[in-house]
């Protein structure tokens, strides 16, 4: 809560997750580890970001299966307390990729489903409160993706689409018009 960027790692080794958080102003020299009593389960993703906007990063758990469910848990108390569990409505995304962005830009992080296929890649995003897709659309990227990420690329103060695939390419969707001098 000091607006520096800390380094988080995750640690699903165990049966309960472990945070271990490096301090930025140390250099990330000094760290602290997160004991927490969130079960780890195979094909859970973990994200971070401000869910409530009280300054500090919660833990989101999403559970892949028939089903899926997210829950999320406050850093305010190192992640003890679980803020929301909510079923999405979405069925399996085994082979889904997660990440938050604002495309709305109220401040709220929103999930951004992205699922890739021979034929595209689909994209859902769920407004936060993650009950229902509130936006849909496809990209022609038919590549398999290793991960994504929304974070402004052009600096238009709008999250763009980072995709990152298994040949090592990096492509990013703008989420704006493009600005000048922007390919």
Same mark, same amino acid.
């Given at each position: 809560? %000091? +607006?520096?960027?800390?380094?988080?790692?995750? *640690?699903?080794?165990? $049966?309960?997750? @472990?945070?271990?958080? &490096?301090?930025? #102003?140390?250099? =990330?020299?000094?760290?602290?580890?997160?004991?927490?009593?969130?079960? %780890?389960?195979? +094909?859970?993703? /973990?994200?971070?970001?401000?869910?409530?906007?009280? &300054? !500090?990063?919660?833990? !989101?758990?999403?559970?892949?299966? #028939?089903?899926?469910?997210? *829950?999320?848990?406050?850093?305010? @108390? *190192?992640?003890?307390?679980?803020?929301?569990?909510?079923?999405?409505?979405?069925?399996?995304?085994?082979?889904?990729? =997660?990440?938050?962005?604002? $495309?709305?830009? *109220?401040?709220?992080? @929103?999930?951004?489903? %992205?699922? #890739?296929?021979?034929?595209?890649?689909?994209?859902?995003?769920?407004?936060?409160? /993650?009950?229902?897709?509130?936006?849909? =659309?496809?990209?022609?990227?038919?590549?398999?993706?290793?991960?994504?990420?929304?974070? @402004? !690329?052009?600096?238009d103060g709008r999250g763009d689409l980072w995709f990152w695939d298994e040949t090592g390419t990096l492509t990013v969707r703008l989420g704006n018009s493009r600005l000048s001098g922007v390919s």
């Amino acid at each position: 809560r %000091v +607006g520096r960027n800390d380094l988080l790692l995750l *640690d699903t080794s165990g $049966p309960m997750l @472990d945070i271990e958080v &490096s301090l930025k #102003p140390t250099g =990330f020299a000094e760290s602290k580890t997160i004991t927490t009593s969130i079960p %780890v389960a195979s +094909g859970d993703q /973990y994200l971070l970001g401000d869910h409530n906007r009280d &300054s !500090y990063i919660d833990l !989101y758990v999403i559970h892949r299966g #028939p089903a899926t469910t997210i *829950d999320i848990f406050s850093g305010a @108390d *190192d992640f003890a307390t679980n803020l929301l569990s909510v079923d999405t409505g979405l069925a399996d995304t085994s082979t889904s990729l =997660f990440t938050l962005g604002d $495309p709305n830009l *109220d401040e709220l992080p @929103d999930l951004f489903v %992205v699922t #890739p296929s021979v034929d595209g890649t689909a994209v859902e995003i769920l407004a936060n409160g /993650y009950a229902e897709v509130t936006s849909t =659309f496809s990209l022609d990227l038919s590549v398999s993706l290793l991960d994504v990420l929304v974070n @402004d !690329y052009d600096g238009d103060g709008r999250g763009d689409l980072w995709f990152w695939d298994e040949t090592g390419t990096l492509t990013v969707r703008l989420g704006n018009s493009r600005l000048s001098g922007v390919s």
